[in-house]
T-cell receptor, first 114, second 114 residues
Framework: AQTVTQSQPEMSVQEAETVTLSCTYDTSENNYYLFWYKQPPSRQMILVIR??????QNATENRFSVNFQKAAKSFSLKISDSQLGDTAMYFC???????????FGTGTRLQVTL | DGGITQSPKYLFRKEGQNVTLSCEQNLNHDAMYWYRQDPGQGLRLIYYSQIVNDFQKGDIAEGYSVSREKKESFPLTVTSAQKNPTAFYLC?????????????FGPGTRLLVL
């Protein structure tokens, strides 16, 4: 069975600052995918970034980057130059198979302040 | 414009009533999924389908039913057997057997019990 743990229920960051959200996971599979999704107040789930486990290079999408530590089963999200529009719930998710389910963490609520 | 649509946005259910949530995608994805989200929790998988006319139970399938008669459509019925149906329901789709099995989500349906 797969598990995903997000140990920070809430975080706050000032505009233009950098924040890191933590995620740890557990799986016995060797090949898998990790994702960060953002859920703003509209509740639409929006893909932020994805990482394939067999790729050693950390994924980057504009202001968003990850620190993927496979041995430690850690997958943190760094948001640089935080903007007010980044205010949302952020979910870490794990996918271990073809067209199979995503296992989600419980989420981190991020508030970006002026 | 490719994407996933869900309707209705809000749905009210009376005691003993079955209700059906619609999910349509024009992304040409083979796989489709239904998730339930409760306050303070991540998403939990209800059902998923990898191909037309085939579907599998997820973690919390009791009280729900689905059909997959067309590739584009994956409706979810919340039956009277589901005793606590109040939640936010999200539909997703993804490719299969490709390098990108990222799940993309619709805008969701909020189900409330009268």
């Amino acid at each position: 069975a797969q598990t995903v743990t997000q140990s920070q229920p809430e975080m706050s960051v000032q505009e233009a600052e950098t924040v890191t959200l933590s995620c740890t996971y557990d799986t016995s599979e060797n090949n898998y995918y990790l994702f960060w999704y953002k859920q703003p107040p509209s509740r639409q789930m929006i893909l932020v970034i994805r990482q394939e486990a067999y790729k050693q290079q950390n994924a980057t999408e504009n202001r968003f980057s990850v620190n993927f530590q496979k041995a430690a089963k850690s997958f943190s999200l760094k948001i640089s130059d935080s903007q007010l529009g980044d205010t949302a719930m952020y979910f870490c998710a794990l996918n271990t198979g073809t067209a199979s389910k995503l296992t989600f963490g419980t989420g981190t609520r991020l508030q970006v302040t002026l | 414009d490719g994407g996933i649509t869900q309707s209705p946005k809000y749905l009210f259910r009376k005691e003993g009533q079955n209700v059906t949530l619609s999910c349509e995608q024009n992304l040409n994805h083979d796989a489709m999924y239904w998730y339930r989200q409760d306050p303070g929790q991540g998403l939990r998988l209800i059902y998923y389908s990898q191909i037309v006319n085939d579907f599998q139970k997820g973690d919390i399938a009791e009280g729900y039913s689905v059909s997959r008669e067309k590739k584009e459509s994956f409706p979810l019925t919340v039956t009277s057997a589901q005793k606590n149906p109040t939640a936010f329901y999200l539909c997703a789709s993804s490719g299969t057997g490709t390098s990108d099995e990222t799940q993309y989500f619709g805008p969701g349906t909020r189900l409330l019990v009268l």
